[in-house]
Nanobody
Framework: QLQLVESGGGSVQPGGSLTLSCAASGFSLDYYGVGWFRQAPGKEREGIACIASRVGTTHYVDSVKGRFTISRDNAKNTVYLQMNSLKPEDTAVYYC????????????????WGQGTQVTVSS
């Protein structure tokens, strides 16, 4: 019943931009912390961005600070990841995940995961 549906992945050239969407059904994202994760082939999954439940404070891993922006539109029950100045090392499968009440400050097992969407950055 708690589902996340992702969209927006694709192929872009270095320096390009892409926006990923994570739409929720069956629950209100406003009460969940939502994180974006990515995993490249042969590499460990890493969390790259998070937006806290209700308060909406945002957090980013250093490698994407200043380039990526996570946001939430409560009216659309959707979280976005705006990605600018994309680099080849950003190539990965991107996932969104939601954890009830999360403030992003501590590890927490998500209650729901999206299906993942491929982002490829190449020239």
């Amino acid at each position: 019943q708690l589902q996340l549906v992702e969209s927006g992945g694709g192929s872009v050239q270095p320096g390009g931009s892409l926006t990923l969407s994570c739409a929720a059904s069956g629950f209100s994202l406003d009460y969940y912390g939502v994180g974006w994760f990515r995993q490249a082939p042969g590499k460990e999954r890493e969390g790259i961005a998070c937006i806290a439940s209700r308060v909406g404070t945002t957090h980013y891993v250093d490698s994407v600070k200043g380039r990526f922006t996570i946001s939430r539109d409560n009216a659309k029950n959707t979280v976005y990841l705006q990605m600018n100045s994309l680099k080849p090392e950003d190539t990965a499968v991107y996932y969104c995940a939601a954890a009830f009440g999360s403030r992003c400050s501590d590890p927490q097992s998500p209650d729901s995961w999206g299906q993942g969407t491929q982002v490829t950055v190449s020239s």
